[in-house]
């Protein structure tokens, strides 16, 4: 709890205390007022009253007299308080008009005396009455106000024994701690209640003392050796290295990385990058990846091909952001970038070997698979002869063999044209629906053998897309006979075309079994086949797709839930005029 809210507490409890021994005393201080205003008032006069009609008794019947006991009686039957009061004067008023017209009526005159005297007694008893009363209210008042003094007394001293140590015993610490500091005891530390200010002066106190002590425990000589080897380890790297403060300026870079960029080290420290994007092309395209990279993880982008070594070399390069902690903070904070450029050419080269291996191997097949499947369906012209059961069925399976060999090394080819970038493309004007008439015709058969049913979406005045007729068919015949492949019996295809933005969308939805959330991102990559599955195929359509849409310009994508199919949407610029 904070200091204030306790002394908020304390204080307003006090000020109650006081409020309510305030209205307490009041309270009785008012009862007793009306108690004696009681007797004052009402017995007190009616004894004033009395003591003059007795003195008036004695001289009657003369005339003054007489004037002095009626006025008295007069005002005593206007303060008629008592019980029986009201009888007794009543009694008086009868009595004193009979001694009026029988003045020497000497029994009479005693009447009178005798109820008067009796007035009084009865005043008399009433006042002892009151007074007891007034004592009763006395000793309450007393007795309350005695146990609210009580209360703010015991409140006043909790809060005189505990706040001035709660506030002195802090100041008190800190002042040691600060005694200790400036005697360069940087291991000093408060410990106070978090929540009140004492506790966010301690935190910020302890922050402070942890940064002198790390600055304390770093010797200059220390830093200027860590800082000499940490230069020998960079400088000896056989990769390239820069590294960038927060302002993207070079605070280091190793020899490797000044041959590749063709620059002396001189030119490069403390400038920024984009200084010396202005002169240098290669530091012109690091600079924009390091723009594009964010501050949460590494970023590696596709290999450069750089001259250096006297010859074409490739470099991969890795954008890593540097954070740190720094000492009595909790939050890390971005310091700058390190540049790794690592030289892939010899993986690049065999990689390279590799694409024109299976390019030349997969050309060479090409031949005699086309061979076999021309002489297996020569075989099955009955004009050469009859074949038997068995023979026809061993011809169907040599058919089907080759054709899917014919597949395969087509594919092979396509992902070798793809690697070695000499993707051929003829971008025109095309209409997605004669493409997908293309696609759907040639998977009619196998659909009708499952009962599959197409249902197509495309509004009349699509516009046509910019794009390779030959791949995009190829593109969309793949992803219907997926969809075909997949899809159960009797069920439907759904095929729309839609306009977005400048863009044509075509989405091919079919309703198998689905794609895992863990599997969505790897169905693009080459030979990736979801574990468990037990259709055929050889993981290369969906790869080869993505290249030939994206070489377009375009983007491909999938949607997916377990249980209810798939959704591949294919986006391709739309010519700007639509068809009629």
């Not at 001035?164 to 610490?173: G, L, N, T, V």
């Not at 501050?295 to 982008?301: C, E, P």
């Not at 992902?415 to 493309?425: A, C, K, P, R």
């Amino acid at each position: 709890m904070k200091i204030k809210t306790k002394l908020t507490i304390s204080f307003g409890l006090l000020l109650g205390l006081i409020t309510i021994l305030g209205v307490v005393g009041g309270k009785y201080i008012f009862s007793l007022k009306s108690d004696t205003d009681n007797i004052l008032r009402n017995n007190y006069m009616t004894l004033e009253y009395s003591r003059n009609m007795l003195a008036a008794l004695d001289q009657l019947p003369e005339g003054k007299a007489t004037t002095l006991f009626e006025n008295n009686l007069r005002k005593q039957e206007h303060n008629l308080t008592e019980p029986g009061e009201n009888e007794l004067t009543g009694g008086l008023r009868i009595k004193f008009e009979s001694f009026l017209k029988n003045s020497t009526d000497a029994n009479l005159k005693l009447q009178v005396r005798e109820n008067i005297l009796k007035i009084i007694d009865l005043n008399m008893h009433a006042i002892q009455k009151k007074n007891k009363i007034a004592q009763k209210t006395a000793e309450n008042a007393f007795f309350w106000i005695s146990i609210t003094a009580v209360l703010c007394f015991l409140t006043a001293m909790l809060v005189l024994l505990n706040f001035p140590s709660q506030i002195a015993d802090p100041i008190r610490k800190l002042t040691e701690s600060i005694r200790q500091i400036t005697s360069k005891n940087y291991s000093q530390r408060l410990y106070f209640e978090r929540k009140s200010e004492f506790g966010l002066l301690a935190e910020t106190f302890n922050t402070m003392a942890e940064k002198l002590q790390e600055y304390e425990s770093s010797s200059l000589s220390k830093i200027l050796f860590e800082k000499k080897r940490i230069d020998t380890l960079i400088n000896n790297m056989s990769d390239p290295v820069i590294g960038l403060d927060e302002q993207e300026k070079v605070i280091f870079i190793n020899q490797q990385a000044l041959k590749v960029l063709n620059l002396d080290e001189k030119d490069c420290m403390n400038h920024s990058a984009g200084e010396l994007s202005s002169s240098n092309d290669l530091m012109k395209a690091l600079a924009l990846d390091l723009d594009e990279t964010s501050a949460d993880g590494s970023s590696k982008r596709q290999a450069l091909k750089i001259f250096a070594d006297k010859k074409e070399s490739y470099f991969e390069e890795e954008i890593l952001p540097i954070s740190i902690t720094p000492g009595g903070e909790s939050e890390p904070r971005l310091v700058g970038h390190v540049i790794i450029l690592r030289n892939v050419t010899k993986y690049k080269e065999v990689d390279f070997a590799k694409t024109n291996f299976i390019a030349t191997v997969s050309h060479e097949l090409k031949t005699p698979i086309s061979s076999i499947k021309m002489s297996v369906q020569l075989l099955e012209n009955k004009h050469i002869g009859h074949l038997n059961e068995e023979q026809g069925e061993l011809l169907d399976s040599i058919l089907e063999d080759a054709n899917r060999l014919l597949n395969i090394t087509g594919e092979l080819l396509n992902i070798t044209q793809i690697e070695s970038g000499n993707i051929q493309l003829s971008i025109l004007p095309v209409d997605v629906r004669e493409l997908l008439a293309y696609a759907i015709s040639t998977l009619k058969t196998q659909a009708d053998q499952k009962h599959i049913r197409f249902e197509i979406d495309c509004p009349a005045s699509t516009s046509k897309i910019q794009a390779d007729s030959e791949k995009t068919a190829w593109v969309l015949t793949n992803l219907v006979s997926n969809a075909v492949r997949y899809s159960y019996e009797n069920s439907t295809i759904h095929l729309s075309v839609k306009e977005v933005g400048g863009k044509v969308e075509i989405s091919v939805k079919d309703t198998g079994m689905g794609i895992a959330p863990e599997y969505r991102d790897k169905i693009f990559n080459r030979y990736f086949r979801i574990p468990g599955t037990q259709k055929e195929g050889h993981g290369l359509g969906l790869s080869i797709s993505k290249e030939f849409i994206e070489a377009q310009g375009g983007e491909i994508r999938v949607e997916s839930e377990v249980g209810e199919g798939s959704t591949f949407t294919v986006s391709l610029n739309q010519q700007a005029v639509k068809q009629a």
